[in-house]
């Protein structure tokens, strides 16, 4: 018997009976997460789990002793902790537990597949998409695509979306020409705040100081940015060249009779 239009008091009293046997056989299939049964059905989270909850299921198993030699052996196999925590119905965190309690130890995100590692490689190189997509495409960790992404394009913190290509850097990366990385105005720019800010604009000492005041500046930019720290000699020694030049114009216009 249907219930009068508007007199519903929940969300999933909408749906039928048939929709909520649907979501049951879901359920225990195993095969989809919650939110995407409750995309299939256009309904919230909430309502799957009390459809689930109303039905008796649970969607883990208890980590009896025959269960966690189930994520041993799967562990001592090789499989990831999420694979295994998918295969065996027990929470991610718990099967973390079981790795600690057997010291099982797997290398850091190494695929088991060289022509996995080979389409990993491949899709940065052509940055075809984001790293964390990347790992999700190929079922490998995040940090293991990030960390061979930085030996591709630098140690530079990648922009995150929505920058494009992906694996882009503040900092300029292995392929480009350093030397032209940044305009000669921006780097008389930076010159003239340091000295506006510390020494009221000008020069406090002589030219034979400039070397000093120049390695002085990197230092500080490394610790104020941890994007400039631990860039490649090759960015630091652009960047101190372009200040070079900088300081030697302002020493210049400080010293010419003409004003504007």
């Known amino acids: 018997m249907k219930r009068p239009a508007g007199t519903r008091k929940r969300y999933d009293q909408r749906l039928t009976a048939a929709e909520r046997k649907k979501i049951i056989a879901l359920t225990r299939a195993g095969d989809l997460k919650q939110i995407e049964i409750a995309n299939a059905f256009r309904c919230g989270t ?149 000295l506006e800010k510390s020494f009221d604009g000008k020069f406090p000492f002589a030219p034979e100081h400039d070397r000093l005041f120049i390695a002085a500046m990197l230092v500080g930019l490394q610790r104020i940015n941890p994007d400039f720290d631990g860039q490649s000699q090759a960015v630091l020694d652009s960047f101190a060249a372009g200040l070079t030049q900088a300081v030697s114009a302002l020493r210049q216009s400080e010293n010419s009779t003409w004003k504007n």
């Open 46 to 194: 909430d309502t799957i789990r009390r459809i689930q909850q109303t039905a008796g299921l649970k969607l883990w198993r208890e980590l009896t002793p025959a269960v966690e030699r189930e994520v041993v052996a799967l562990l001592r196999l090789g499989r990831g902790q999420y694979r295994v925590s998918r295969m065996t119905k027990v929470p991610q965190p718990k099967v973390h537990e079981v790795m600690l309690k057997h010291n099982i130890f797997h290398p850091f995100g190494e695929p088991s597949s060289p022509a996995k590692r080979a389409r990993v490689l491949a899709k940065i190189r052509a940055r075809t998409n984001y790293c964390v997509r990347i790992a999700k495409e190929e079922g490998v960790s995040k940090e293991y695509v990030r960390k061979l992404a930085h030996q591709i394009w630098g140690p530079g913190r990648f922009l995150p979306a929505p920058i494009w290509p992906p694996m882009s850097s503040i900092f300029p990366q292995t392929n480009v020409d350093f030397t032209k990385m940044t305009e000669p105005d921006q780097f008389v720019a930076v010159v003239q705040c340091v």
